[in-house]
């Protein structure tokens, strides 16, 4: 078969742009140590990547939400924590006020002094706020401070919600964010607030008899042992969330490595098979090159 000047030179640049190009991949593999360049390249493991980086996205965002929860979930722990000591210490001192020693005004009034700050504490602790100014006990409601003392009646009284805010740790699952004053606090139908609020008034009205206040005593501790209850209740919900934490949080970590090693079998170069391809394009380039210089050298005039 003839070929004029024109195909034969057409052929041969195309056999060199097709080496250059090959070539050139090659390199860019080797200084990338990136096997696929553009999804072309390997649609299905691309598709594959595609998968693996989104779900490696989400893993990052659940770990972020686990570490931002724990720290949440701690500073609850320190206040229930703190609540727990205060109300047994306010337990303590109820159960002193029907003592002898305490039948005196002023031994009353040392009593009511020490309640009084322990009312305040459970007060400021239901009242807390995180480092974002929300308050953390005030259910949804982060705005709203938790407790306030009516001033028409004299009462504390709740002003949050009883929801709670959940928070996602993993694709199909959630874990509340907080604990609301209400449950911590609460016995029955009164608050621990209004319960120490009367007994602290009955201490320093001289005009309650012994057997008046043995009764307002009686009734202070069982709203107490109900508010301890409480209070250790909302612990162990506490503690139970921070393990189930820890658990998923480690479940991520296995994830994300199970991910790492999928990714760099659909991604990473192999050096060996890609200095192989590099040393071929090579060896073809040079080939089409000599090649075409001795058919440049083929012309008639030349032989003349």
Not at 151 to 158: C, F, H, K, L, S
Not at 188 to 214: C, E, H, K, Q, Y
Not at 225 to 250: C, E, P, R, Y
């Amino acid at each position: 078969m003839r070929i004029s000047t024109s195909q034969m030179n057409n052929i041969m640049l195309t056999s060199m742009q097709s080496s250059t190009t090959g070539v050139n991949k090659s390199f860019i593999q080797l200084n990338s140590g990136e096997r696929m360049l553009k999804p072309s390249d390997d649609p299905l493991g691309a598709v594959q990547l595609m998968m693996l980086d989104r779900e490696q996205a989400d893993i990052s965002q659940f770990k972020k939400n686990i570490s931002n929860l724990t720290t949440q979930l701690g500073q609850t722990e320190s206040h229930l924590d703190a609540s727990n000591t205060a109300v047994l210490r306010a337990q303590e001192l109820v159960t002193g006020i029907l003592s002898a020693s305490n039948s005196t005004m002023e031994g009353r009034e040392a009593i009511a002094t020490e309640l009084d700050g322990i009312l305040g504490q459970l007060t400021d602790i239901a009242n807390s706020k995180n480092p974002n100014g929300d308050y953390i006990f005030a259910g949804t409601k982060t705005d709203t401070q938790p407790i306030v003392k009516d001033p028409a009646t004299g009462e504390y009284v709740y002003q949050g919600n009883s929801d709670q805010r959940e928070v996602q740790v993993a694709e199909s699952m959630s874990i509340p964010a907080n604990q609301t004053a209400d449950v911590m606090f609460s016995n029955g139908s009164d608050n621990i607030f209004n319960t120490l609020d009367s007994v602290i008034n009955d201490l320093r009205n001289p005009a309650i008899d012994g057997s008046n206040l043995t009764s307002s005593v009686t009734q202070a501790q069982t709203d107490i042992k109900s508010t301890l209850s409480s209070i250790n209740g909302a612990l162990t919900d506490v503690g139970g969330q921070q393990n189930s934490l820890t658990m998923i949080s480690g479940s991520h970590d296995d994830n994300k490595l199970i991910n790492d090693k999928l990714i760099g079998d659909v991604k990473d170069l192999d050096y060996s098979q890609a200095i192989l391809e590099l040393n071929t394009q090579m060896a073809a380039l040079q080939a089409t090159q000599m090649t075409y210089s001795k058919v440049q050298n083929l012309s008639l005039f030349k032989l003349m």
